[in-house]
């Protein structure tokens, strides 16, 4: 089941790309960035949480197709009842919705399997709110994003990641294709949130399989999971921390 993400209350004025850093500066050095934390120890032993946002315009069928297959490896990763994961997509041009928490990969195919990509234009800044609201009720400990274009204004969006960074979720953002400009803005909302920008190809379905792994033992077990990758990739585990360094 997922529910309808209609906009609550009217959007907030854009701000500039330096009134963002600006604003994240100041906020750093009076509140640090909440860490991703063993589940041990989140939320008193409960699942660690991840969104998995994705376009699901027409264009996106066949990456849909191939995140369906590959999405069992972040909960492989992560070990049993170590992740909830709840799935969030926009299509058409006003349709965004979000399942409900999923704790298992049967669970979250399932819901996956229903949704069939159509034509329509992205939503990303929805994604981001949504996010925001989610965080805001309870940790959550990364954003998933998977998509190839950009029709909207940047500046908002950096507006929603920086609400993001001050609530500690750092967003994953996984490209397909390689338009510069979405690469731009993509990276924008990584480096805000202190997140990565991935590249990736369908063509190579190991390669996301394994990052998809990565952003899992992170979400899971934080900077320590470079030390003990567990059943992650320890050259994705690499290649995800080395970018989120990037700024």
């Known amino acids: ?54 376009d699901a315009t027409q264009s996106r069928q ?28 926009y299509r058409g041009f006003d349709e965004c919705r979000a399942s409900r928490w999923a704790g298992d990969a049967l669970a979250l195919a399932r819901v996956m399997s229903r949704i069939d990509c159509r034509a329509g ?5 929805r994604i981001l709110s949504h996010a925001v609201a989610e965080a805001r009720a309870a940790p959550v400990h990364g954003l998933i994003f998977v998509g190839d274009a950009l029709e909207e204004p940047v500046a908002p969006l950096e507006a929603g990641a920086a609400d993001l960074a001050m609530l500690g979720v750092r967003a994953f953002m996984f490209q397909e294709g390689g338009h510069p400009e979405v690469a731009a803005a993509f990276g924008r909302i990584a ?13 190579a379905p190991d390669r996301l399989r394994a990052l998809l792994g990565a952003v899992a033992a992170v979400a899971t077990r934080g900077a320590a999971a470079l030390e003990r990758p567990g059943r992650a ?3 994705a585990l690499s290649l995800l921390i080395g970018r989120m360094g990037e700024r």
């Open 1 to 54: 089941m997922t529910r309808d993400l209609r906009p609550g209350h009217p959007a907030r004025p854009p701000a500039s790309s330096a009134e963002v850093d600006g604003f994240l500066a100041e906020a750093r050095r009076s509140v640090p960035a909440r860490p991703a934390t063993p589940r041990s120890t989140t939320h008193g032993g409960v699942a660690a949480r991840l969104i998995l946002a994705m």
């Open 62 to 89: 066949p990456g849909w197709d191939l995140a369906q297959g590959l999405q069992g490896e972040m909960f492989r990763v992560a070990g049993d009842g170590g992740l909830a994961v709840q799935l969030v997509y």
């Open 121 to 125: 234009r992205t939503q990303l800044a």
């Open 191 to 203: 480096r805000i949130t202190g997140g990565a920008l991935l590249p990736f190809d369908p063509a």
């Open 233 to 235: 990739d320890p050259k």
